[in-house]
C-alpha cells in the first residue's frame, strides 16, 4: 500500500449514537465503508474487543488496499489501536470523533437498554474523561460532536464534513 488511505473511528461512551449514526453515514458516503464494532461481537457472541478490533482492522487496511476508505463505529482508544496488529498501515493516518451527549440523555438512552446503574455511571465518568482527554490523548486533537439534541442525520452530515476535510487536505 503505497498511498497513505485514513482510517477514520467514530469513538465514544455507550449511548451516543455510534451504532445509529453508522446506519445513516453508509447512506450519505456511499463511496466509503463504514463499519459497527459492535457487530462482530454481536454475530460471535464474544466480548473479546482485542478479536473486534483486531478484525476491524484487518477489513479496513485490505478496503485501503482498493483505495477505498473506512469509517470504524465503536468504542476504540488510541492505546487499543495500537496494539492492532494492522495499526501500521494507518499509522499516523488515524483519526478519532468523538460522539457525546449529556448525562441526562445518557441515562435515559442506557436504561432503555436495561443497563444497570453502575454501568451507566461507569459510562458517564468515561464520557466525561474523553471530553477532558480529546486535545490530551488522541493525534491529532478529537474534535467532538454532542449527539444529546441532534437528530441522527444531522450529526452524519457533521461527520461527512469530518471526513471530507481530511480526504481533501
Known amino acids: 500500500m503505497d498511498e497513505k488511505i485514513p482510517l477514520f473511528i467514530v469513538t465514544g461512551a455507550s449511548g451516543t449514537g455510534k451504532t445509529a449514526v453508522s446506519m445513516?453515514?453508509?447512506?450519505?458516503?456511499?463511496d466509503v465503508d463504514v463499519f459497527e464494532l459492535d457487530s462482530i461481537l454481536r454475530m460471535v457472541g464474544d466480548d473479546d474487543w482485542n478479536k473486534a478490533q483486531n478484525i476491524w482492522f484487518r477489513v479496513a487496511r485490505n478496503v485501503a488496499a482498493s483505495g477505498r476508505v473506512s469509517i470504524i463505529c465503536g468504542t476504540i482508544m488510541?492505546?487499543?489501536?495500537?496494539?492492532?496488529?494492522?495499526?501500521?498501515?494507518?499509522?499516523?493516518?488515524?483519526?478519532?470523533?468523538n460522539l457525546h451527549c449529556n448525562d441526562e440523555t445518557r441515562d435515559l438512552r442506557l436504561r432503555a437498554r436495561n443497563w444497570s446503574e453502575d454501568l451507566i455511571q461507569e459510562h458517564k465518568s468515561f464520557a466525561k474523561w474523553l471530553l477532558e482527554n480529546a486535545d490530551k490523548a488522541y493525534t491529532p486533537p478529537m474534535p467532538t460532536v454532542d449527539t444529546s439534541k441532534t437528530v441522527v442525520k444531522e450529526v452524519?452530515?457533521?461527520?461527512?464534513?469530518?471526513?471530507?476535510?481530511?480526504i481533501i487536505n
Do not use: M, S, T
Open 78 to 97: 488510541p492505546w487499543d489501536a495500537e496494539k492492532c496488529e494492522d495499526f501500521q498501515y494507518f499509522k499516523d493516518n488515524i483519526y478519532f470523533l
Open 156 to 166: 452524519a452530515v457533521q461527520i461527512c464534513e469530518w471526513v471530507h476535510g481530511h
Open 24 to 30: 445513516e453515514l453508509r447512506k450519505l458516503l456511499p
